[in-house]
């Protein structure tokens, strides 16, 4: 298993997007602590705005993609006892459908799903 496949395990099974789990995925993501989006998108976590630090990671990751995610009611099309937020990217408009560019992530909190989307998508950039 790839250390990306290893973040994504532990970030499925993860409750919040806390400090820690972002410099991990940031530092999975190619983006350093001497980078300015590194402390700008950390302290959006620090501040409360995990949502938007999601957002921030994948335009800074993946500049142009589009990305949408939300939360699905408890007992309703669940993935697991807690993975009830959902992100997902594409490359393209989310009108089209481009298997190949599009990725998602189920999580405890739709930040943590867009995560898991943009990691899904370095591993697959990675093993093209």
Same mark, same amino acid.
């Given at each position: 298993?790839?250390?990306?496949?290893?973040?994504?395990?532990?970030?499925?099974? +993860?409750?919040?997007? =806390?400090? *820690?789990?972002? @410099?991990?995925?940031?530092?999975?993501? =190619?983006? *350093?602590?001497?980078?300015?989006?590194?402390?700008?998108?950390?302290?959006?976590?620090?501040?409360?705005? @995990?949502?938007?630090?999601?957002?921030?990671?994948?335009?800074?990751?993946?500049?142009?993609?589009?990305? *949408?995610?939300?939360?699905?009611?408890?007992?309703?099309?669940?993935?697991? +006892?807690? @993975?009830?937020?959902?992100?997902?990217?594409?490359?393209?408009?989310?009108?089209?459908?481009?298997?190949?560019?599009?990725?998602?992530?189920?999580?405890?909190?739709?930040?943590?799903?867009?995560?898991?989307?943009?990691? *899904?998508?370095?591993? +697959? @950039?990675?093993?093209?």
């Amino acid at each position: 298993m790839s250390k990306l496949e290893e973040l994504i395990a532990e970030l499925e099974k +993860a409750g919040d997007l =806390g400090s *820690r789990v972002m @410099q991990d995925v940031m530092f999975a993501c =190619g983006i *350093r602590d001497y980078d300015t989006a590194f402390h700008r998108i950390l302290k959006l976590v620090e501040c409360g705005a @995990q949502i938007d630090a999601a957002v921030a990671l994948v335009n800074r990751v993946l500049p142009g993609w589009f990305w *949408r995610g939300g939360n699905v009611p408890a007992g309703k099309y669940e993935r697991g +006892a807690y @993975q009830h937020g959902w992100g997902h990217i594409s490359k393209t408009d989310a009108s089209n459908c481009d298997r190949d560019d599009e990725f998602t992530g189920w999580a405890a909190t739709p930040e943590l799903a867009l995560c898991i989307a943009v990691l *899904r998508a370095k591993l +697959a @950039q990675e093993e093209a």
